[in-house]
């Protein structure tokens, strides 16, 4: 079992929808999640960090925890087609541990 | 966040040469710094983390003798991939662990280094 799963996708969406994106992880002692955007060609690029049980928003971006469940999730809200690329989740337990990413598209 | 630079941002070399590649924090000092491989549409691969100072502690199943990491300093490590060969071809993407002021364990990227072996 892989430490973080996330669906592989891709997930298209159409511009100005929502965007689900979700992560689930598998050590219980993971303290920290992030989420990163890595469009094609380009390195990971940190975009949020949440460790508190509930909602954290950013702008257009809002993430969730849920560590009961050992899930975690990032709205994009208003998608556009700036948005698409692979978000990576990223769990922290002294070390951390990558899901292998979500592809996502955003039709215009 | 963190500013992370590498160098090269690309290159090309000859089959059995060696590549050294550069990781600069610019902005604080990296006590760790981590290194990792990433194959087309494929996921990051954790190949070593690199700590100041010390030996570099490798991921199962990559050569220690053939991705050489030093970490001289708080602000440089580098990668040296000797005698590399066409199947080293891949996106070489450095990365720091943040100071931790806002969150736990905050990775900061480099913009990765794309080697192609001929």
């Known amino acids: 079992q892989k430490e973080v799963e996330q669906n592989s996708g891709p997930l298209s969406v159409p511009e100005g929808a929502i965007a689900s994106l979700n992560c689930t992880y598998s050590?219980?002692?993971?303290?920290?999640f992030f989420w990163y955007r890595q469009y094609s060609g380009k390195s990971p690029e940190l975009i949020m960090f949440i460790y508190s049980n509930g909602d954290k928003e950013d702008g257009r971006f809002t993430a969730q925890l849920n560590k009961a469940s050992q899930y975690v999730s990032l709205l994009i809200r208003d998608s556009q087609p700036s948005d698409s690329a692979t978000y990576l989740c990223?769990?922290?337990?002294?070390?951390?541990?990558f899901g292998a990413g979500t592809r996502l598209t955003v039709k215009p | 966040g963190a500013v992370v630079s590498q160098h090269p941002s690309w290159v090309i070399c000859k089959s059995g040469t060696s590549v050294k590649i550069e990781c600069r924090s610019l902005d604080f000092q990296a006590t760790t710094m981590f290194w990792y491989r990433q194959f087309p549409k494929q996921s990051l691969m954790l190949m070593a983390t690199?700590?100041?100072?010390?030996?570099?502690?490798?991921e199962q199943g990559v050569e220690k003798d053939k991705f050489l990491i030093n970490h001289a300093s708080l602000t440089l490590s580098t990668l040296t991939v000797t005698s590399a060969h066409p199947e080293d071809s891949s996106f070489y993407i450095c990365s720091v662990r943040g100071t931790g002021g806002r969150a736990r364990g905050e990775q900061y990227f480099g913009p990765g280094t794309r080697l192609t072996v001929t």
């Open positions: 690199s700590n100041e100072g010390s030996k570099a502690t490798y």
């Open positions: 990223a769990a922290h337990n002294n070390d951390m541990r």
């Open positions: 050590d219980r002692g993971s303290q920290s």
